[in-house]
């Protein structure tokens, strides 16, 4: 169902890879709701993924870019405001990748040349992004700016690994630049905590699988998928939230602030009657 949300409004996408992805999801419900907007990835990105497919259904031009790069980022918001027609009203940074998660180093034995491509892509891509936009003035006031975040910036989650740290400095930056957007153009920005979703990039964790069970029998409401990230995307990204910004904003069905569920509860003593009757207690 659509209620015209984003109606005339323009927006850049990043990040969108295939229909699994949440950026993807993102497009589809920002289309739906009136929105036009580019979408960026990188070459290898584009190359591998179904970004075209998405382009085509949404009416939208790709913008090929690495958002660590500062140029790609000019040519990206440049690039953007001549095919829109002008300033972007919404901005989504969906980017994140660790090579110590996918090259299985654990957090305590890390290559830190891996360490610096984690942060630089997976958070300070997003402050070159608002660096960039501010710069060029290329947001709209009142214009929202979204990146994705987990919980994990805040609490330790078995094999997280240093994406923890990458998605703690992305919360930083939306509050450090959240504040001086707002004060100087009416830019909002802020961080979406999102439910682990079975997304290309989230299925890379250690124990993904095991962590989606949990955190689903933890939830009172249960685990919020990519669509329903996308719908929250859209709410921010319109008029009904004008006056938020700076904020980590926990979308995972109360999982942030639960301790222990009944499911989750059930299981563990399920498990611990087990563990008893083969004498594996350690």
């Not at 953007?80 to 009203?89: A, I, N």
């Not at 009416?186 to 299925?203: D, F, L, M, W, Y």
């Amino acid at each position: 169902m659509s209620y015209n949300l984003l109606k005339g409004k323009k927006g850049i996408i990043f990040g969108a890879l295939d229909e699994n992805s949440i950026a993807w999801k993102v497009a589809e419900r920002a289309h739906e709701e009136g929105a036009t907007f580019t979408l960026s990835n990188t070459q290898t990105a584009l190359r591998f993924g179904q970004t075209n497919e998405l382009a085509e259904k949404t009416g939208s031009e790709i913008i090929p870019a690495d958002a660590t790069n500062v140029d790609d980022l000019f040519n990206v918001f440049e690039t953007s405001m001549k095919v829109l027609g002008g300033k972007v009203d919404f901005v989504l940074h969906s980017i994140g990748m660790s090579l110590n998660v996918r090259k299985k180093r654990v957090y305590n034995d890390l290559d830190y040349n891996y360490l610096m491509k984690t942060l630089d892509i997976s958070a300070i891509s997003f402050h070159k992004m608002l660096q960039v936009a501010y710069k060029l003035d290329a947001i709209n006031e009142w214009g929202s700016v979204i990146a994705l975040s987990y919980i994990a910036a805040q609490r330790t989650l078995y094999g997280y690994n240093d994406m923890a740290d990458a998605k703690a400095l992305l919360e930083s930056i939306a509050r450090s630049f959240g504040y001086i957007y707002g004060r100087e153009k009416k830019v909002r920005v802020n961080t979406i905590s999102q439910s682990p979703t079975k997304t290309t990039a989230g299925s890379g964790v250690k124990g993904f699988d095991g962590l989606m069970d949990f955190t689903e029998r933890m939830s009172p409401l249960g685990n919020a998928d990519a669509l329903e990230c996308a719908n929250y995307c859209v709410v921010m990204f319109s008029d009904l939230t004008k006056k938020v910004t700076m904020q980590n904003l926990y979308h995972d069905g109360g999982f942030s602030s639960m301790g222990m569920s009944l499911r989750a509860m059930s299981m563990y003593n399920k498990s611990l009657e087990i563990a008893k009757e083969k004498g594996d207690m350690d």
